[in-house]
């Protein structure tokens, strides 16, 4: 079907539908709420054609939020904002539904999909999936590791994230110029699943990554990192980039003081674990 005043739009019905369609037009972007699609086009990457997901049936797009052992399974087609207010996110992963609600207004949360944040290259709830140790399941690769965009299948579809809840502590905090409705400085997720923390940032211009080098100091029984030592290991491994908001060096300065300020309750949460694990084997020991 073509639209009079732009690209020609698809509407399938089903996801094996969008997916032969992605076969069919290798150049057509996939969009639901298409909050973000423009945002692209004042560069020269208008899409040839676009794919509206936002007519799969409710079949198709499945359950927005469901319960699974050890976890919550969250679809790709779901809007932000019931992925935000549902109860159980709020209960389980009460930062995940935070950062959400950082993200545009609320119209935008009710258009704007979270497959559609997570498969666009400045989504700021990519680095969560990426240190949550999430797992995405597209329609033809099946289950496959959390990814940043760029290494996604170009002609699959995300349809499933699946979100451990095996973490003790997390923070996923995204900085940018105010408090709502304002473009990305850098987002950064830090997550302790009780063997070290997972680092990964992202946000704007700067591709999700995650920080080897910074969770080495982070892991259990490293030896304490001062706050100059962490900030060094921000600045040596994370890969940012100049906009017109700002440079480079400014996003790795914000992500550099938000990690060390955040890495020393990790430190204390774990050293409490670490004395409450010791008492607990010493108290069973006693006769």
């Known amino acids: 079907m073509s639209d009079a005043f732009g690209p020609p739009i698809h509407r399938p019905g089903t996801v094996a539908e969008a997916r032969a369609l992605r076969a069919a037009h290798p150049r057509a972007q996939p969009v639901a ?30 359950t927005p939020v469901r319960a699974e052992a050890g976890g919550l399974v969250l679809s790709a087609f779901a809007t932000l904002e019931s992925v935000r207010l549902d109860a159980r996110v709020r209960h389980a992963l009460p930062a995940l539904a935070a950062l959400i609600g950082s993200i545009g207004s609320a119209p935008v949360r009710r258009l704007g999909t979270l497959g559609g944040n997570l498969c ?34 170009a002609d699959d579809l995300l349809v499933e994230i699946r979100v451990p809840l095996d973490a003790r502590r997390v923070v996923l905090e995204k900085v940018g110029l105010r408090q709502a409705f304002s473009p990305t400085l850098v987002t950064v997720a830090m997550v302790d699943a009780g063997q070290g923390v997972r680092v990964a940032v992202g946000g704007g211009p700067t591709p999700a990554h995650r920080l080897p080098g910074v969770e080495s100091l982070l892991a259990w029984g490293a030896p304490p990192a001062s706050t100059r030592v962490l900030r060094e290991a921000v600045v040596a491994a994370m890969q940012a980039r100049d906009d017109a908001l700002a440079s480079g060096a400014e996003r790795v300065a914000v992500a550099s003081r938000v990690i060390s300020g955040h890495a020393a309750a990790f430190v204390r949460a774990a050293d409490a674990d670490a004395d409450a694990a010791s008492d607990s084997s010493t108290s069973a020991g006693r006769p």
Not at 35 to 58: E, Y
Not at 131 to 151: N, Q
């Open 33 to 62: 709420g298409a909050t973000a699609a423009q945002l692209g086009w004042p560069d020269g990457r208008a899409p040839a054609a676009l794919i509206d997901l936002s007519v799969l049936t409710d079949a198709a797009r499945g």
């Open 120 to 153: 666009w290259p400045s989504g700021d709830l990519v680095p969560a999936m990426l240190a949550l140790d999430a797992r995405y399941v597209f329609a033809s690769a099946g289950e496959v590791d959390a990814l940043a965009p760029g290494g996604m299948p």
